[in-house]
């Protein structure tokens, strides 16, 4: 009976450790962008990183339906009564808030509009232009600035270790969009240059990427 619940408990385990690994198809070296960092920063992020990412990924939340504020009130309510979910009453307002605003930019919602965007065009997707770069400034500081260090010359703290080293930045200039969002989306193999495109929609690695085109100088 016990050796019953420990394969289960295993074969629970290996589907957890088998989902992950199927998401990340180039190797990491370092295990970041960590689950701890993936809410999107903004008000109420914290409560949702504190709360939330005890039992679940920040992604699995980003991959749920948009939901009203109401609805996202009752599910938060779930989690506290029938899972045991520790959130204080007083914070479920803010977080119902929070989450509302996370509608918009779900990683799915956005991919599946790309998709019918380039479909009914008859395109490939959006070009570069339409790349926020103050909203990009705000991804790199949270996704890319602990590798290619704040001006982009590649020696944040964790950049300047790695070998090869975080790519410098400021001197991408030859280098096409088409190319450097490829290396964003998929990563660069044999490097610590992890794949963006599970935890960063198309449109915000446009964003990134009209950023970093503004370090060079
Ligand atoms: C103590 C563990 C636990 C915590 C903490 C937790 N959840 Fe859940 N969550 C669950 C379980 C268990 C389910 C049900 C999964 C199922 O039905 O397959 C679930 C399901 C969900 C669902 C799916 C919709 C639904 O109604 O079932 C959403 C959305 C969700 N959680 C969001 C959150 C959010 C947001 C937080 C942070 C406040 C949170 N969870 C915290 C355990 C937890
Ligand atoms: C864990 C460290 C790490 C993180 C985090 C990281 N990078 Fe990188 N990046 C690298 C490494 C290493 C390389 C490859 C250097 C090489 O090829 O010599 C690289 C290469 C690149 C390149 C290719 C540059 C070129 O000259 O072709 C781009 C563009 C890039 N990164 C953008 C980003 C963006 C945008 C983010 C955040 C969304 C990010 N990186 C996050 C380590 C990282």
């Given at each position: 009976m016990l050796l019953a619940l420990f394969c289960f408990a295993m074969v629970l385990l290996g589907i957890a450790l088998g989902a992950h690994a199927f998401k990340n198809e180039s190797p990491r070296?370092?295990?970041?962008?960590s689950d701890l960092i993936?809410?999107?920063?903004?008000?109420?992020s914290q409560i949702a990183t504190t709360y939330c990412l005890i039992c679940h990924s920040a992604e699995y939340v980003y991959m749920q339906p948009p939901h009203s504020r109401e609805k996202w009130k009752e599910i938060v309510h779930k989690m506290k009564h029938?899972?045991?979910?520790?959130?204080?009453?007083?914070?479920i307002p803010d977080l119902a808030t929070y989450l509302v605003s996370q509608n918009e930019i779900q990683p799915m919602a956005a991919l599946q509009k790309t998709a019918k965007k380039s479909a009914s065009h008859g395109?490939?997707?959006?070009?570069?232009?339409?790349?926020?770069s103050g909203r990009g400034k705000r991804i790199f500081g949270t996704y890319c600035v602990n590798c290619h260090g704040s001006s982009g010359h590649g020696d944040g703290p964790i950049g300047k270790a790695?070998?090869?080293?975080?790519?410098?930045?400021?001197?991408?200039?030859?280098?096409?969009d088409k190319e450097l969002l490829k290396t964003i989306r998929n990563g660069r193999p044999?490097?610590?240059?992890?794949?963006?495109k599970h935890d960063l929609s198309p449109q915000e690695i446009l964003d990134v990427l009209a950023y970093i085109r503004t370090l060079a100088s």
């Open positions: 070296i370092f295990s970041l962008p993936s809410f999107q920063p903004g008000p109420g029938t899972f045991g979910c520790p959130i204080p009453e007083s914070d395109l490939q997707p959006v070009p570069t232009s339409s790349g926020n790695l070998v090869p080293p975080a790519a410098d930045l400021t001197v991408i200039g030859k280098k096409s044999g490097t610590a240059m992890p794949a963006w």
